[in-house]
């Protein structure tokens, strides 16, 4: 899976669907934003069905849950990533208070993470 931090991201006039659409140097990534593409992470994930999949603290990102809290599955060159990419463990979202979730999420305050109600 690939990464790009989510302080990098910038947003083009209407959200992005290819890269043409960001500036030369960025990639249109998952949520329509653009990435500069040197600020790419990858990392070999995972694979999973559901949270039960996934250690304590980690959840199984989908394709809304890549889109809002990065990843996206690297794919060959020139070969488009599928409209439904395999799902993959990664961290949990961390939070302090109900407010930092986000999705349906609630936050758990003994272990001050995001999860699934």
């Known amino acids: 899976m690939r990464f790009f931090p989510v ?28 990435a ?14 559901s949270h039960g999949d996934c250690r304590g603290g980690y959840e199984c990102r989908d394709l809304k849950r890549m889109a809002a809290h990065g990843g996206m599955p690297v794919s060959a060159p020139d070969v ?14 961390p939070c302090t208070k109900p407010e930092d979730c986000d999705l349906g999420d609630v936050c758990d305050l003994a272990s001050r993470l995001c999860e699934r109600p």
């Open 7 to 34: 302080t990098q991201l910038t947003m083009p006039t209407m959200p992005c669907t290819t890269d043409t659409e960001c500036a030369f140097d960025e990639i249109c990534v998952f949520g329509g934003k653009c």
């Open 80 to 93: 488009n990533v599928s409209a439904d990419p395999p799902e993959f463990c990664a961290a949990a979202k």
């Open 36 to 49: 500069p593409r040197s600020t790419e992470r990858r990392f070999c994930m995972l694979t999973c069905a």
